[in-house]
């Protein structure tokens, strides 16, 4: 949620910065924002100078009654009853405009970076950098879930009867190496100085409207039934929540965690949900860094925390490349974002296996999540990462780990977290 003194002194950049982002339909929705704070402004002046003469009265009613004027005592008395109705239907009309221009200034998008690259949709994000040289054996790599069944490590007949499509079982020494890729994401996080966490996985319904668009939400989030709660599809979620309505230490500043958790995601869009494979499902597990700081050091947290997650899979030899996102990718809330792909030497191409992102204070502001410094009161900005997200990054590890042989080699950072194992056979 932007600052809406922004939209107040220069509606027309807000607009142009819908535009970049391809949202002309919602354009209406500036001027709407703007009538109703200016209505809600008029009726909160209204109410205080209301408030004010209240008041004045009050104290002339004492005043009146110790000099034994009870005529003039009683007529304000009436004044003030008179005013009790007035103020009671301005604080209603405070009340219900102040909640409409939040609902509508909550759909109106972050301002994006200057930097980011103007572009309708994913298919116009920019290449950056490539990390490792992207090999293609003179050997056939076979599709991963053809790779993991030959290991015993998967069973998606099981998964639906148990719970339909997008769901799995991994087994045996598969479902090791996903667990070791986790708590050696984690370690790899902590040795960076994050602070580990294991966050609640289900959130309230006014920390997931925090978090993200109401977009988002519908294409995203289960519901619990009966409950007011909500599975989480990232840890972010729960993460950036968990400073809902707070004042943090500006010396505590920045704050840096790295938090694991399950994530559960309807997967609602054009991509639908893969029939035999793991690469798009409905229930993973993810390592995530989140990092709360002062708004003028958010890029600088922004570089570190995308190379932290290069740095990560090239220590698994897996080559890997990122992509600037364009303005038509960016979710309501970024400011900035950056996806890291893994080369896949069957398919010969780069796939997305993380994504960074700087929100600026658009969390911050929704979830009063707030700083105390020598120049005042003030939102914080907040950054979220994927480390690794488990699925994914099997794929990209089982792809490019793969022999002609058959088995699959294991890294030395690895072993440690498998047994000692250099290779699964």
């Not at 980011?116 to 040289?133: A, F, R």
């Not at 479902?175 to 070791?180: E, F, G, H, K, W």
Request: charged share 30%; hydrophobic share 35%.
């Amino acid at each position: 949620m932007i600052d809406i003194a922004k939209l107040r002194e220069n509606p027309e950049a807000v607009k142009e910065n819908m535009k970049k982002k391809f949202q002309h339909d919602r354009l209406h929705l500036v001027d709407e924002a703007a009538q109703l704070d200016k209505l809600y402004r008029e009726t909160l002046t209204k109410a205080s100078e209301l408030r004010a003469m209240r008041n004045k009265l009050s104290k002339e009613i004492g005043q009146f009654m110790r000099e034994g004027k009870k005529e003039l005592a009683e007529a304000n008395k009436k004044k003030v009853s008179e005013m009790a109705e007035t103020l009671k239907q301005l604080e209603e009309k405070e009340a219900e405009l102040g909640s409409k221009l939040k609902e509508v200034m909550m759909k109106i998008p972050n301002f994006i970076d200057p930097s980011v690259p103007v572009g309708k949709d994913d298919s116009e994000n920019v290449e950056i950098q490539k990390y490792g040289e992207p090999v293609v054996p003179d050997y056939e790599i076979p599709y991963h879930a053809d790779i993991i069944a030959k290991f015993n490590g998967l069973d998606k007949d099981a998964s639906g009867r148990t719970s339909g499509n997008g769901f799995y079982y991994l087994m045996g020494d598969i479902a090791r190496l996903s667990s070791a890729m986790i708590s050696y994401a984690r370690d790899f996080m902590i040795d960076k100085g994050f602070t580990y966490c294991i966050p609640p996985f289900m959130i309230r319904s006014d920390v997931v409207t925090g978090v993200m668009s109401f977009e988002e939400m519908d294409a995203m989030m289960y519901k619990i039934e009966g409950e007011d709660l909500y599975l989480i599809g990232t840890s972010e979620h729960s993460m950036i929540g968990k400073f809902k309505d707070q004042i943090v230490k500006e010396e505590d500043l920045p704050i840096t965690m790295t938090s694991y958790s399950p994530c559960f995601r309807k997967e609602v869009g054009a991509h639908g949900i893969e029939e035999r494979g793991i690469y798009r499902v409905h229930q993973f597990e993810k390592q995530e860094m989140v990092v709360l700081c002062k708004p003028e050091n958010a890029m600088e947290w922004y570089d570190k925390m995308w190379s932290y997650t290069v740095e990560l899979f090239r220590s698994l030899d897996i080559p890997v490349r990122t992509l600037e996102c364009c303005s038509g990718d960016l979710a309501d809330l970024k400011e900035k974002s950056c996806d890291v792909e893994a080369w896949s030497p069957r398919q010969q191409k780069y796939f997305e296996v993380g994504s960074c992102s700087t929100l600026g204070d658009a969390q911050a502001r929704r979830l009063g999540i707030r700083t105390k410094g020598e120049q005042g009161t003030y939102y914080v900005a907040t950054l979220n990462n994927t480390v690794l997200a488990s699925t994914r990054a099997l794929i990209a590890f089982i792809e490019n780990n793969y022999n002609e042989d058959g088995t699959i080699s294991i890294p030395e950072v690895l072993r440690p977290y498998m047994g000692g194992k250099d290779k699964i056979s």
